[in-house]
């Protein structure tokens, strides 16, 4: 697997793990539900249960990428290309699905699904 390809997998899987840090760690915090358009107290405690979830769905997408590079610098290359591709197509497809569903959020999505899209690139074209 390329190396520019692993390391733009490696920024999808960081920016990956800051969302779950946001949703799961820090999401009580005005600063942090504020960032993802709710405008009080109430509505953070409404969403909570389901940021908290979400969170945890990009740290196991994160976790991906890191068994697959892992499985990759320890020689099993396909194995591992596998999974951080498949890793990384999830990605792209929660960050498309966001983009599709909330014009609002555009900036956001495309955080979410431009480095792996990029990773996957790098992987099939080098």
Do not use: K
Not at 38 to 60: H, K, T, W
């Amino acid at each position: 697997m390329p190396l520019i390809a692993q390391v733009l997998a490696l920024v999808a899987a960081a920016i990956h793990v800051l969302f779950f840090y946001l949703e799961s760690v820090t999401f009580t915090r005005p600063a942090t539900w504020a960032r993802f358009g709710l405008r009080s107290q109430e509505q953070a405690d409404i969403v909570r249960p389901m940021a908290f979830n979400q969170g945890f769905y990009n740290l196991f997408l994160a976790g991906g990428v890191i068994l697959g590079l892992a499985l990759v610098a320890a020689g099993s290359v396909e194995a591992g290309r596998a999974i951080v591709l498949f890793a990384c197509a999830c990605m792209v497809l929660a960050g498309t699905v966001l983009l599709a569903t909330s014009r609002a959020l555009a900036r956001s999505a495309v955080i979410q699904l431009v480095p792996p899209a990029l990773a996957i690139l790098a992987a099939l074209i080098f």
